[in-house]
């Protein structure tokens, strides 16, 4: 299989689309950072975008993200082919499809109570509970990131069935062994994925699982800043490709 390391952008042409697969990462990566996960704007322009990239790859463009599948939907709608959230937990191959989701243990309600009470000792750090996860966020209370990590390592100690990833400002406690490296390598296995070259694209230590799996298939994997200054420049990296036409995908 050739490499695609030749692609990376301003380095030559994409493969032709009907060989390519996008994997992409939402926030940071198609979109800028919020203060909360609620506020992010999506772009104007961003769901064209990805509508045109879809119809000229076959359908073969996902979102692989640390959020659950339903807030991908608020924001995007149907317009990602696939989605995979709460890092590889859930996944949903097509537009309406039914989700799957990994058997994994439940999040112990003892641990739950205390991110609540850490919450209170220190203001401005928030708790995002997931259906296999919870994450403690400390962009509001930066000084917090130590206490809460201490405590998170406490946890993980006690249950080796979890581990604690790093994300930006936060700590998200979730079941080992699922990650953004099983989501890419999961849909790359069915159509309309299996047999391209998968682009992972992403901007966050979580992502780097999701870029080691694309490289391993024969792809790349592309991240913020390393190949892009910014989400603004994703989008129009992405842009280009999705209106371009055979000068810019090469044959």
């Known amino acids: 299989m050739m490499s695609l390391m030749s692609f990376l952008p301003g380095h030559g042409d994409m493969p032709p689309p009907d060989k390519t697969a996008f994997l992409l990462d939402f926030d940071g990566t198609l979109v800028e950072i919020a203060p909360t996960p609620e506020s992010v704007k ?3 322009g961003l769901l064209a975008t ?14 692989i993200s640390g959020r659950p599948i339903d807030q991908i939907d608020f924001f995007l709608g149907d317009v990602p082919y696939a989605v995979a959230g709460e890092h590889g937990i859930a996944v949903r191959r097509s537009p309406g499809g039914s989700i799957v989701r990994a058997n994994l243990p ?5 641990w739950l109570v205390q991110a609540d009470a850490l919450a209170a000792e220190y203001p401005g750090v928030r ?10 966020h400390f962009r509001g209370a930066p000084d917090a ?5 201490e405590v998170a390592d406490g946890w993980v100690v006690s249950d080796p069935r979890f581990h604690v990833q790093e994300a930006k400002m936060a700590w998200e ?3 080992a062994g699922i990650d953004k490296g099983h989501a890419v390598r999961d849909l ?7 047999g391209r070259y998968p682009v992972f694209i992403g901007d966050d230590v979580t992502d780097e699982d999701g870029i080691r799996a694309a490289v391993a298939l024969g792809g790349i994997g592309l991240r913020i800043p390393r190949d892009f200054t910014d989400p603004a420049a994703v989008r129009a990296w992405l842009g280009a490709l ?3 036409g055979a000068d810019t995908w090469g044959a």
């Not at 708790?127 to 403690?136: G, N």
């Not at 790359?188 to 299996?194: D, G, L, N, S």
Request: proline share 8%; glycine share 6%; with cysteine.
């Open 42 to 44: 999506v772009q104007a």
């Open 50 to 63: 990805l509508r045109r990239l879809r119809a000229k790859c076959g359908n073969a463009v996902a979102v």
């Open 242 to 244: 999705a209106c371009g």
């Open 127 to 136: 708790i995002e509970r997931k259906k296999a996860a919870v994450v403690l």
């Open 173 to 175: 406690i979730r079941p």
């Open 106 to 110: 439940a999040v112990p309600s003892a």
């Open 188 to 194: 790359m296995k069915a159509a309309p994925f299996a």
């Open 145 to 149: 990131g130590p206490a809460l990590r």
